[in-house]
């Protein structure tokens, strides 16, 4: 896939991360009632079940809508209130009342030398304003249950559990982020975990040196996936002490793939859902915090005017109404617009929306500008984006951060 000229340094430029991976709002908190569990495993029996096809039949479909309706229904509001230590749980609940605004910065950490780095920048960062950081650490850790999907450089469990303390004393939310699903390859090099279980692959045996693709993607329907994907989520909530944790899942493409046996001629938005569904599941359901994940695969490209890398072209939109709505969609443009149509649309769903920007400043402004004309309490507030384009040493001093962070205070 050749993305068109007006996004090709997007594509690039968010793409990076992965190749450093691979080879080295409102004030008033909304306490959350778990889910009735017989009634919620009852409605969304059909996420839970084998993709095989879209369902055909009259009958099928009417199942199919009575079970995106019934999750709407029961799906909470978009905070979760549990967390799993006693202390977290109160550090958690003194944050959001001093912080009903999110001012966010999303970067990548891949050593411990990186988090050192970042360790030292926190007091700058603070003093822009900044109150949550995002950690893309994916594969890039010290995982105890599994080692053998480590990349080359990781990140230490005590380097992180610096990194966490370091940023509460900064007054920061700290929010680790492994990719879920999607980008799990880059240029030739295939990521840790489909080259240590290469039957994970969505697309086994298939594209030698990742050729004719953008990046790889797990099967969502393999048995087996998710027993090891938890088992290293579980690893960074505990690691750096999250009360939220981001799943990535931007830029699917390759989803319901004629290669796979389970999902050949599946629904790219049944098989997309069932795997945020699989996640929301563990991460909110078992671990009790926050999930987060990328807005883009639940947008119709054609319907919000966006190219194929912000929005679907390959059918996922329609997990948009089948997912749980107390997930916070993180929906980024990178592009200077007179409106962002996507912003609206999510709200309107019912999802907490975190807008994400990057570069230029320009565009950033842009974007900034806009959705601080929704007055919707489900707006949490503004990440920006770094995408390796500012070293993490200047990280604040950035003028995409210091300049539109500024805006949000």
Not at 67 to 74: F, G, T, Y
Not at 393 to 404: L, N
Request: hydrophobic share 40%.
């Amino acid at each position: 896939m050749d993305p068109d000229s007006s996004t090709r340094s997007v594509w690039s430029a968010r793409a990076l991360r992965r190749r450093n991976v691979f080879s080295t709002a409102s004030s008033e908190s909304v306490e959350v009632r778990p889910y009735p569990k017989r009634r919620r495993e009852r409605a969304l029996q059909t996420l839970r079940a084998p993709v095989s096809s879209p369902p055909k039949s009259r009958f099928s479909r009417f199942v199919l809508a009575l079970a995106c309706l019934a999750l709407l229904l029961l799906a909470p509001s978009c905070r979760t209130s549990g967390v799993r230590s006693t202390g977290n749980r109160a550090w958690a609940e003194s944050w959001r009342k001093a912080n009903p605004i999110w001012r966010g910065v999303h970067l990548s950490a891949h050593s411990d030398q990186q988090v050192g780095q970042l360790i030292e920048v926190l007091p700058k960062l603070a003093a822009a304003g900044v109150n949550v950081l995002v950690v893309e650490v994916d594969y890039s850790f010290e995982f105890q249950s599994h080692p053998e999907v480590r990349a080359s450089q990781f990140v230490t469990k005590a380097r992180a559990r610096e990194l966490t303390q370091a940023a509460h004393a900064q007054g920061m939310r700290l929010i680790p982020q492994l990719n879920c699903l999607g980008h799990q390859s880059w240029s030739k090099t295939t990521a840790p975990l489909l080259v240590k279980h290469p039957e994970f692959d969505e697309t086994p045996g298939q594209f030698p040196d990742n050729k004719g693709i953008y990046c790889r993607s797990w099967c969502p329907q393999n048995p087996e996936v998710n027993t090891v994907v938890f088992a290293l989520i579980d690893e960074l909530i505990d690691a750096f002490e999250a009360d939220a944790f981001h799943v990535g899942m931007d830029e699917v493409f390759i989803i319901a793939s004629e290669h796979c046996p389970r999902c050949k001629g599946g629904d790219p938005a049944r098989l997309f859902a069932k795997t945020v569904y699989d996640l929301h599941r563990h991460i909110v359901g078992e671990r009790k915090v926050e999930m987060l994940m990328w807005g883009d695969r639940l947008l119709d490209a054609q319907a919000t005017g966006n190219s194929e890398w912000e929005a679907a072209k390959n059918g996922t939109q329609g997990a948009i109404d089948l997912i749980a709505k107390d997930i916070i969609v993180c929906d980024w443009h990178y592009g200077k617009r007179g409106d962002y149509p996507s912003v609206p649309l999510l709200l309107k769903r019912g999802f907490c929306v975190w807008p994400s920007g990057w570069q230029p400043l320009e565009a950033s402004q842009a974007f900034s500008a806009f959705t601080r004309q929704q007055k919707d309490k489900h707006l949490v507030g503004y990440l920006c984006t770094t995408w390796g384009k500012v070293k993490i040493p200047d990280t604040a001093d950035w003028p995409p951060i210091a300049e539109v962070l500024r805006e949000w205070r």
